[in-house]
């Protein structure tokens, strides 16, 4: 069975500097993954993913994402933090032919000023 | 606007009432889904629907049905409301199965089972 795993409840980061929210997936096959935002009172925004290629994905709001296939991890990452990207965030793992997407029990971002 | 509408916003049940969370979608996506959120649970499916006429099962199917008879459309039904239903529900879309896309999320429900 696939599963999503986001080992951090809480990432606490003083705002400029760099931050890392940790996913790790656990699939049978290969794997799209994506990283969803969702802030206080509204659904999941869609912020990127990793189909094929370069490990290195670029996405909205300056964030960007690193696939590593031996570690089978999906990092979050954003060189300086702002205070606005406090919020919840989700990895989510969907398998190539299958019809399912899983998410991860999210992670809460604070940016401290 | 193009999106994801989900109706109600709020709703309080009582244990035993049946009501039906409503989700529209404007984007003619072949796949549908529903989830619920609960504190430290994440987000887990409950039903997904890969086109009209389909439905499957995901990983907290009962107590809950769907049925899927316009592409548009993509109702939720609680049978007999529990105080463990008590969460919030997201409807998403994408794309068909195969494709490389992520969600359009709703704005979710916000049910409350007394």
């Known amino acids: 069975a696939q599963s999503v795993a986001q080992p951090e409840d809480q990432v606490n980061v003083a705002e400029g500097n760099p931050l890392t929210v940790k996913c790790t997936y656990s699939?049978?096959?290969?794997?799209?993954l994506f990283w969803y935002v969702q802030y206080p009172n509204r659904g999941l925004q869609f912020l990127l993913k990793?189909?094929?290629?370069?490990?290195l994905v670029k996405g909205s709001y300056g964030f960007e994402a690193e696939f590593n296939k031996s570690q089978t991890s999906f990092h979050l990452k954003k060189p300086s933090a702002l205070v606005s990207d406090s919020a919840l965030y989700f990895c989510?793992?969907?398998?190539?032919?299958?019809?399912?997407?899983?998410f991860g029990k999210g992670t809460r971002l604070h940016i401290l000023p | 606007n193009a999106g994801v509408t989900q109706t109600p916003k709020f709703q309080v049940l009582k244990t035993g009432q049946s009501m039906t969370l409503q989700c529209a979608q404007d984007?003619?996506?072949?796949?549908m889904s529903w989830y619920r959120q609960d504190p430290g649970m994440g987000l887990r499916l409950i039903h997904y629907?890969?086109?009209?006429?389909?439905?499957d099962q995901g990983e907290v199917p009962n107590g809950y049905n769907v049925s899927r008879s316009t592409t548009e459309d993509f109702p939720l039904r609680l049978l007999s409301a529990a105080p463990s239903q008590t969460s919030v529900y997201f409807c998403?879309?994408?794309?068909?199965?195969?494709?490389?896309?992520?969600?359009?999320f709703g704005s979710g429900t916000r049910l409350t089972v007394v």
């Open positions: 998403a879309s994408s794309y068909v199965p195969g494709e490389s896309y992520g969600y359009t």
């Open positions: 699939v049978s096959g290969n794997p799209y």
């Open positions: 990793y189909i094929t290629g370069d490990n």
């Open positions: 989510a793992v969907r398998i190539r032919g299958d019809d399912k997407i899983i």
């Open positions: 984007m003619n996506h072949e796949y």
């Open positions: 629907s890969v086109g009209a006429g389909i439905t």
